[in-house]
């Protein structure tokens, strides 16, 4: 049962250009969140998913950055005309549909190392 | 407002014993979390809390005090690989549209 994927791995993009970040959730997950994490910080709640729903986007900024988690296909993270400060590792969790505890534990990618020229 | 907090550093000797307090200030709780992040890795699960008391999983183990509000992982027998983030996370309630709250991590220095 292959992890959460992520791809790019690494992305490097030039101020005003657009970022796409995709993440894969476990087999049987219905659940994605994405995070946002800067060299020697925390991880910071962007955006929780539904298949076709978004749940939470309170930590997501209002402009330039939007989510969406089709019914078929990865959850994309999409951050329009990037500027130096969107430079981080982006990691996507999924978690699974089930009961406690199982569903307190969160399941992360590799994540996308975005860097902004 | 939701908090959780944790020292920002912590160091230890090889084979020794740590500590990492967490405590936390949200609107509820039902569970704490904790996950380690090795540099340039992702973070991965270590243990959940849901209830008072020890859990304990081999070298690591996580204790939980509701009353206080209050949790701490404790890792005995200090390996170098050891050396990572660990970050506290609660869920503050049963409502599975209510995201986890994650702590801004622990930074372990292990010396030899």
């Known amino acids: 049962n292959a992890g959460v994927m992520q791809n790019p791995r690494h992305l490097v993009r030039r101020r005003g250009q657009e970022a796409r970040l995709r993440c894969s959730p476990m087999k049987g997950h219905s659940h994605v969140y994405w995070y946002r994490q800067l060299p020697e910080e925390g991880l910071k709640f962007m955006v929780y998913?539904?298949?076709?729903?978004?749940?939470?986007e309170s930590g997501m900024p209002k402009e330039r950055f939007s989510a969406e988690f089709p019914k078929e296909g990865p959850s994309i993270l999409r951050i329009q005309q990037v500027v130096r400060g969107d430079s981080a590792a982006y990691f996507c969790a999924s978690s699974p549909l089930l009961a406690e505890p199982t569903y307190n534990e969160q399941f992360f990618g590799p994540g996308t190392r975005l860097t902004v020229l | 407002g939701q908090s959780l907090e944790q020292p920002s550093e912590v160091t230890a000797v090889e084979g020794a014993i740590v500590q990492i307090n967490c405590t936390y200030q949200t609107s509820g709780f039902y569970g704490l979390s904790w996950y380690q992040q090795h540099d340039g890795g992702a973070p991965t699960f270590l243990s959940y809390?849901?209830?008072?008391g020890l859990e304990e999983t081999g070298r690591f183990s996580s204790f939980l005090s509701r009353s206080d509000s209050y949790g701490y992982l404790l890792l005995q027998e200090l390996q170098m690989k050891d050396s990572a983030s660990y970050f506290c996370a609660v869920r503050p309630s049963m409502n599975r549209d209510d995201k986890i709250i994650f702590g801004k991590g622990t930074r372990l220095h292990i010396l030899p």
């Open positions: 998913l539904q298949k076709e729903n978004i749940i939470d």
């Open positions: 809390n849901g209830l008072d």
